[in-house]
T-cell receptor, first 114, second 112 residues
Framework: DADVTQTPRNRITKTGKRIMLECSQT?????MYWYRQDPGLGLRLIYY???????NKGEISDGYSVSRQAQAKFSLSLESAIPNQTALYFC?????????????FGPGTRLTVL | AQSVTQLGSHVSVSEGALVLLRCNYS??????LFWYVQYPNQGLQLLLK??????LVKGINDFEAEFKKSETSFHLTKPSAHMSDAAEYFC??????????FGTGTRLLVSP
């Protein structure tokens, strides 16, 4: 039973379409994150949320938006998808509090924009 | 700003050989450092973490890493590679603002 789930796991769409990627977690964590992974670039942070009312931009937020519907749900939207948003997208969670920030990752969503 | 550099996008070893994956960090605050592994078609799993306790950190599957402040390094090692170790490995550093910054990853290839 997965603690962090992502839907869909794979998606192919066309340029200009609106796409939503969903993340749910049963870990009870307050903090949630969205990353994209590109070959040779590692993981880059798109958005993060420390609680339902706290949403922050990461290093590459342009072209993306997010919604934190509940403590357990954090959605990533591409308002008008473009080909260079083709990537592997990961959701992650972590506990609240000082100190280190171990993050727990979902299985990823592979998005292809044609 | 915090950052990590992973030397070598690909590392090839033979089964049974020593595995050494390099990570150097830059941090203006005492760092917390992590190694994650990504197996094909899966998400990232935590291998081990350094949180300012012991400088030699042991993780899962016989991996370990040593924090060396003088060298700003946190290299990952395993005495004897197994075919199942073939994966991509990411080093990450805590930014001090409850975010992680990841390296670009090193793909480990293990040949029989």
């Amino acid at each position: 039973d997965a603690d962090v789930t992502q839907t869909p796991r794979n998606r192919i769409t066309k340029t200009g379409k609106r796409i939503m990627l969903e993340c749910s977690q049963t870990k009870g964590h307050d903090r949630m994150y969205w990353y994209r992974q590109d070959p040779g670039l590692g993981l880059r942070l798109i958005y993060y949320s420390f609680d339902v009312k706290d949403i922050n931009k990461g290093e590459i937020s342009d072209g993306y938006s997010v919604s934190r519907q509940a403590q357990a749900k954090f959605s990533l939207s591409l308002e008008s998808a473009i080909p260079n948003q083709t990537a592997l997208y990961f959701c992650a969670t972590s506990v609240e509090g000082p100190g280190y920030n171990e993050q727990f990752f979902g299985p990823g969503t592979r998005l292809t924009v044609l | 700003a915090q950052s990590v550099t992973q030397l070598g996008s690909h590392v090839s070893v033979s089964e049974g050989a020593l595995v050494l994956l390099r990570c150097n960090y830059s941090s203006s605050v005492p760092p917390y450092l992590f190694w994650y592994v990504q197996y094909p078609n899966q998400g990232l799993q935590l291998l081990l973490k350094y949180t300012s306790a012991a400088t030699l950190v042991k993780g899962i599957n016989d991996f370990e890493a040593e924090f060396k402040k003088s060298e700003t390094s946190f290299h990952l090692t395993k005495p004897s590679a197994h075919m199942s170790d073939a994966a991509e490995y990411f080093c990450a550093v805590n930014t001090g603002f409850q975010k992680l910054v990841f390296g670009t990853g090193t793909r480990l290839l293990v040949s029989p």
